[in-house]
């Protein structure tokens, strides 16, 4: 199977040598001399992998890698190619995901050995699915999508409250090859009042109840061909858990005040930031309806044990703001980033939604400093973490140059040549590197 690269370079002589090269090389390569047409073609093709120039003359590299992040889709591996004034840029991209980047001027054979790796690593594209994170951990969970969501199991997502399990059960649907054209009905079945959650569930008929003044559909019925999601699980009353129980063993519901029995088709996924099994101990949950929801788990991690997700996030959501406000994205200080990183986010991702979006409410300056995150919280957090000094921006690079290499390191199971051969250096350089920056030969 030959690889279909897309090239974007809007240099004229670069990209025709490029383009020549990878066609003798056996690669399908199709070139594009700005961001525009790159990202039309880019939401509608799937390539293998993509080499992008960062100065393009509308566009940069981040602006464009940014939008197709805002789309939501998984992305191809993403290669940057930098001048040398734009590494800063090219770190923030590695940050978002992208996968790496290489200088100018650079060999030929180190982009054709990087894409190389880049295409044999390739995974079968999937349908459109959310990007859950970088961490191996949200990783995982995002690559076992595609075969649950081809199975009919009922899944239930685990994890504390925050950390995105409604998230997780929406990339499941639309993981499916009708996910777009079907229904996802989220019921948040702690928030619906005892009395009137039967009638939310499985609707009723006219004249059913007082107030019952027309028919009305109930959420397992609107989500007929799509997802039901029953968020807070734990939370359903024990007598309604019965009927529950009886409607997803036997896909068929019958609407308050009606003796019809109507057949529902749905994928059901529950949620929980509930120890179930502990309530199916005491009493509080019914053991034959935990076992029913409970074919598939998929346990979210909280965010403070995955914190390669916590500086992705937060880069997503600033340029997420900055596209929405059409301005630059804010930065963060090295120190913010360190804050963000010590920080143990009990609220996990939608409490770092928080800090963000109210960082940038209230502060003029595009370079967000702790205290911007953390307001008066902010000295209990610097108590947890080390020494704190202002960095330059060559100190910054170098930060998130270890952290990168550190990164990649881990991955390789610390082998030397493979890391090497995943930063696209030499392993002289790796070592030359690892000697500068501090960090140390992996035991
Ligand atoms: N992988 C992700 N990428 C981008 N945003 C995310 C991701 N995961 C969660 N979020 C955002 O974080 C917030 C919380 O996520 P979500 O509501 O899915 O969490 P939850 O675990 O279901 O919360 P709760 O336990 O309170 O029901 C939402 O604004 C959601 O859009």
Same mark, same amino acid.
């Given at each position: 199977?030959?690889?279909?690269?897309? #090239?974007?370079?809007?240099?004229?002589?670069?990209?025709?040598?490029?383009?020549?090269?990878?066609?003798?090389?056996?690669?399908? *390569?199709?070139?594009?001399?700005?961001?525009?047409?790159?990202?039309?073609?880019?939401?509608?093709?799937?390539?293998?992998?993509?080499?992008?120039?960062?100065?393009?003359?509308?566009?940069?590299?981040?602006?464009?890698?940014?939008?197709?992040?805002?789309?939501?889709?998984?992305?191809?591996?993403?290669?940057?190619?930098?001048?040398?004034?734009?590494? !800063?840029?090219?770190?923030?991209?590695?940050? #978002?995901?992208?996968?790496?980047?290489?200088?100018?001027?650079f060999e030929v054979a180190d982009l054709l050995a990087k894409v190389k790796s880049l295409c044999e690593r390739l995974i079968p594209a999937t349908s459109d699915s959310f990007p859950l994170g970088v961490s191996p951990g949200m990783k995982a969970i995002e690559a076992a999508l595609p075969r649950i969501s081809a199975s009919d199991s009922n899944v239930l997502v685990t994890g504390e409250s925050g950390v995105g399990k409604e998230y997780v059960a929406k990339a499941l649907h639309s993981a499916s090859p009708s996910g777009k054209q079907t229904p996802f009905v989220a019921v948040n079945c702690g928030a619906i009042p005892e009395s009137l959650i039967e009638a939310e569930l499985f609707g009723y008929v006219k004249g059913a109840f007082t107030g019952a003044v027309s028919d009305k559909r109930g959420f397992f019925e609107q989500a007929d061909g799509g997802t039901l999601f029953l968020d807070e699980i734990g939370d359903m009353p024990l007598q309604?858990?019965?009927?529950?129980? %009886?409607?997803?063993?036997?896909?068929?519901?019958?609407?308050?005040?009606?003796?019809?029995?109507?057949?529902?088709?749905? %994928?059901?996924?529950?949620?929980?930031?509930?120890?179930?099994?502990?309530?199916?101990?005491?009493?509080?949950?019914?053991?034959? #309806?935990?076992?029913?929801?409970?074919?598939?788990?998929?346990?979210?991690?909280?965010?403070?044990?995955?914190?390669?997700?916590?500086?992705?996030?937060?880069?997503?959501?600033?340029?997420?703001?900055?596209?929405?406000?059409?301005? %630059?994205?804010c930065?963060?200080?090295?120190?913010?980033?360190?804050?963000?990183?010590?920080?143990?986010?009990?609220?996990?991702? %939608?409490?770092?939604?928080? *800090?963000?979006?109210?960082? *940038?409410?209230?502060?003029?300056?595009?370079?967000?400093?702790?205290?911007?995150?953390?307001? !008066?919280?902010?000295?209990?957090?610097?108590?947890?973490?080390g020494d704190q000094r202002e960095e330059s921006l060559s100190d910054y690079i170098q930060q998130c140059e270890r952290d990168y290499i550190s990164r990649v390191l881990t991955e390789n199971g610390g082998k030397i040549a493979n890391t090497a051969n995943v930063l696209g250096i030499s392993r002289k350089t790796l070592w030359d590197k690892m000697r500068k920056l501090g960090l140390k030969e992996p035991g």
């Open positions: 199977m030959s690889h279909h690269i897309c #090239l974007i370079e809007d240099d004229e002589i670069l990209g025709e040598a490029l383009v020549e090269r990878f066609e003798v090389e056996g690669y399908d *390569c199709e070139w594009f001399k700005d961001g525009k047409s790159a990202l039309n073609a880019l939401k509608h093709k799937n390539f293998s992998t993509v080499i992008s120039d960062i100065n393009l003359p509308d566009f940069t590299g981040e602006q464009l890698y940014q939008q197709l992040l805002n789309d939501g889709r998984t992305l191809p591996p993403f290669l940057f190619v930098t001048g040398y004034g734009s590494v !800063d840029q090219a770190v923030r991209l590695l940050k #978002l995901g992208a996968e790496d980047y290489l200088t100018k001027p309604i858990q019965v009927k529950v129980l %009886r409607a997803i063993q036997e896909r068929q519901i019958t609407r308050i005040g009606s003796e019809q029995v109507r057949q529902v088709n749905i %994928r059901l996924v529950c949620a929980t930031h509930r120890d179930l099994e502990a309530m199916v101990a005491d009493g509080s949950f019914r053991e034959d #309806l935990f076992y029913r929801i409970n074919v598939v788990n998929i346990q979210v991690p909280p965010l403070r044990d995955r914190p390669d997700d916590i500086l992705w996030h937060a880069q997503l959501f600033l340029n997420g703001v900055a596209a929405k406000e059409e301005r %630059r994205p930065t963060l200080h090295p120190r913010a980033e360190q804050a963000l990183l010590a920080y143990p986010w009990p609220g996990n991702i %939608r409490e770092l939604r928080n *800090c963000l979006e109210r960082a *940038c409410i209230f502060n003029q300056s595009t370079l967000l400093q702790p205290e911007d995150l953390f307001g !008066d919280t902010w000295q209990r957090v610097l108590a947890s973490m």
